[in-house]
């Protein structure tokens, strides 16, 4: 079991910027990729970016490309998500989830959730 637990989100200006941070415990040996998803009010769950846990592979929605950056500290067991540029349409609740077979942009391959954190972005 792994458990995942993301921070950082909170109110911010259009064109400033956030760190998102998501923390994981238990049986990290076993994860293979981590991602972030975002949800806003009436859409569905959409992939903003993973990377692998031992690798240095990483994929970005096309909507995020060049603002955001995932990153991650293995020693911590964290992995980051920096958005710069922020735009209002950014506003979602984002989730940070743990693959323990795939890197994928699917939020349905995942096998472990945080619990979301807010980010809410005013123009």
């Known amino acids: 079991q792994v458990r995942v637990v993301e921070s950082g989100g909170g109110l911010v200006q259009a064109g400033g910027s956030l760190r998102l941070s998501c923390a994981a415990s238990?049986?990290?040996?076993?994860?293979?990729?981590m991602g972030w998803f975002r949800q806003a009010p009436g859409k569905e769950r959409e992939f903003v970016a993973f990377i692998s846990w031992r690798g240095s592979r990483t994929e970005y929605a096309d909507s995020v490309k060049g603002r955001f950056t995932i990153s991650r500290d293995n020693a911590k067991n964290t992995v980051y998500l920096q958005m710069n540029s922020l735009k209002p349409e950014d506003t979602a609740v984002y989730y940070c989830?743990?693959?323990?077979?795939?890197?994928?942009?699917?939020?349905?391959?995942?096998?472990?959730w945080g619990q979301g954190t807010q980010v809410t972005v005013s123009s």
């Open positions: 989830a743990a693959d323990r077979t795939y890197m994928s942009r699917n939020y349905y391959e995942y096998d472990y």
């Open positions: 238990g049986r990290t040996s076993g994860v293979y990729a």
